[in-house]
Nanobody, 125 residues
Framework: QVQLVESGGGLVQAGDSLRLSCAAS?????MGWFRQAIGKEREFVAA????????GYVDSVKGRFTISRDNAKNTMYLRMNSLKPEDAAVYYC?????????????????????WGQGTQVTVSS
């Protein structure tokens, strides 16, 4: 069983930046970030393939967020720039236990096997 630990969340003002990290205790394959705001369902934010060569984003964060991973460190990152109040949520990282496709970008929560506990991002206007 692989453990995922998120870090980097916090309280920022609109327009500020944050970098989230997700450290895995072992090897993982496709990875992604999801978020859940109060009163809303969990939504896909960004995902990166095992190789790092394929990336996907939800439209609302394109051009502002950047996902990346360092397989040597078993760590995934989410750089969030130009944060908006509507980005406020608990951010969760997720990972596949098995390799689906080396270039696959997994956007569906149900396809992930491991989940972190979440890190809170609060954006004040």
């Amino acid at each position: 069983q692989v453990q995922l630990v998120e870090s980097g969340g916090g309280l920022v003002q609109a327009g500020d930046s944050l970098r989230l990290s997700c450290a895995a205790s072992g090897r993982t394959f496709g990875m992604g970030w999801f978020r859940q705001a109060i009163g809303k369902e969990r939504e896909f934010v960004a995902a990166v393939s095992w190789s790092g060569g394929s990336i996907g984003y939800v439209d609302s964060v394109k051009g502002r967020f950047t996902i990346s991973r360092d397989n040597a460190k078993n760590t995934m990152y989410l750089r969030m720039n130009s944060l908006k109040p509507e980005d406020a949520a608990v951010y969760y990282c997720a990972a596949e236990a098995t390799l689906s496709t080396p270039t696959a970008v997994v956007t569906t929560a149900g396809n992930y096997d491991y989940w972190g506990q979440g890190t809170q991002v609060t954006v004040s206007s």
